[in-house]
C-alpha cells in the first residue's frame, strides 16, 4: 500500500492517542530509581543482574530467595522491568518465588533504542536468564507483547519453563490492526515529537502480525500449564485473543482461560491480586490468606 501524505493526520491523531494509554508504562528506569521504589513499596532487596547474548546485552531486576521457584515477568510494547515493580515487592509472592523483571531488547537497561523484531529472537535471549535459575520451577508471565515472547519460549524451550501466565496477550495474528497509520512514525519531522520509548516500540510491533503467523504451527508445542487472563473491554489486545489461545491450546489439558467482564487491557496493574493467585495455582500453591 503506497503511503499517502493524507495518513499524517491520522498518524498524529494515532500517536496523541497511544502516548494518552500507554502513560503509565515505563520504558526506562535506572537501578537507583527502581531500588528506591521497591523501598517505598515495603518489598524485598533489589539486586540486578545482566548478561551479553547473541551480540545484545540483557539486564534484570530480581527480588526473593534464589532457593524457591522463579517467576519471570516479561513486560509489553512500550515498557520495561519496572512495569513489573509492584510485583516484585508483593509479600505473597515473595513468600514463594524469586521474583524477576527483564528488560526485553530495545528497552530499559537492555539496549535501550535498539528494538528486536523477531520475536524468536526475543525469546531466545531469555534462555541465560532462565537457565540461571532453572534448579528451581520457571514460571514465566507475559503483559501484551510479553504474551507472545512467552509463548515462543514455551514452543522453542519445552524443558525449561514448567507454566506460563499470559496476560492480555497479543498472539491471535488475525486480530492484530492495520499498520498503514503506523508509518507516519517513521517521518523525520514526526520523529521529532514522538517520545523515544513508542519508536521503539512502534518498531517492533509493525512486523508482530507476520512474526506470530510464523508460531501458529507450533502451539502444539507448548505442553506446561498455561493460564490466560483477559478482559473484555481491552482496546489495545482484542478479547478474541483469549478465544485464540483456547483453540491453538486444545490439545494441552493444563489451560485455564480467564476472562475478567469490562476490564481493559492494564488488568496487569489493576488485577494484581488475581494475577497473583493465578501465579501461584500455576506453581501449584495455594495463596495465603
Known amino acids: 500500500m503506497k503511503f499517502k501524505k493524507r495518513y499524517i493526520p491520522l498518524g498524529l ?8 494509554q500507554f502513560g503509565c508504562m515505563t520504558a526506562h528506569e535506572s537501578e537507583s530509581a527502581q531500588r528506591e521504589t521497591l523501598r517505598k513499596k515495603g518489598g ?3 539486586q540486578f543482574g545482566h548478561y551479553k ?3 545484545r546485552n540483557i539486564h534484570y531486576t530480581f527480588t526473593g530467595n534464589d532457593s524457591l521457584p522463579v517467576v ?3 513486560h509489553g510494547s512500550p515498557g520495561s522491568s519496572a512495569d513489573m515493580l509492584d510485583y516484585l515487592a508483593d509479600s505473597t509472592l515473595l513468600q514463594h518465588a524469586n521474583i524477576v523483571a527483564v528488560d526485553r531488547p530495545g528497552f530499559g537497561e537492555s539496549d535501550y533504542g535498539k528494538a528486536e523484531t523477531s520475536v524468536q529472537e ?4 531469555l534462555v541465560p536468564l532462565v537457565e540461571k535459575f532453572k534448579h528451581q520451577k520457571v514460571i514465566m508471565v507475559g503483559h501484551s507483547y510479553g504474551g507472545p515472547v512467552i509463548a515462543r519460549f514455551a514452543m522453542d524451550y519445552p524443558h525449561l519453563v514448567d507454566g506460563l501466565v499470559i496476560v492480555a496477550g ?3 495474528p488475525e486480530l492484530e490492526p492495520p ?4 508509518r507516519p512514525f517513521d517521518l523525520p519531522l514526526i520523529r521529532l515529537i514522538v517520545p523515544s520509548a513508542l519508536r521503539i516500540s512502534n518498531r517492533e510491533i509493525l512486523p508482530l502480525r507476520a512474526e506470530l503467523e510464523k508460531m501458529r504451527p507450533d502451539w502444539p508445542k507448548i505442553v506446561c500449564p498455561v493460564s490466560v487472563i483477559q478482559g473484555t473491554k481491552d482496546d489495545l489486545v482484542p ?3 483469549a478465544d485464540y489461545a483456547r483453540k491453538m491450546l486444545e490439545g494441552n489439558p493444563n489451560v485455564s482461560i480467564n476472562m475478567l467482564e469490562g476490564e481493559n487491557h492494564f488488568i496487569i496493574w489493576s488485577k494484581k491480586a488475581l494475577i497473583v493467585n493465578e501465579i501461584m495455582k500455576t506453581m501449584n500453591l495455594e495463596t495465603a490468606q
Open 13 to 20: 491523531l494515532g500517536i496523541l492517542l497511544i502516548v494518552n
Open 122 to 125: 526475543q525469546a531466545a535471549v
Open 170 to 172: 497479543s498472539i491471535d
Open 179 to 182: 499498520t498503514w497509520w503506523k
Open 239 to 241: 478479547a478474541g485473543n
Open 44 to 46: 524485598g532487596e533489589a
Open 72 to 74: 519471570i515477568m516479561v
Open 53 to 55: 547474548i547473541n551480540g
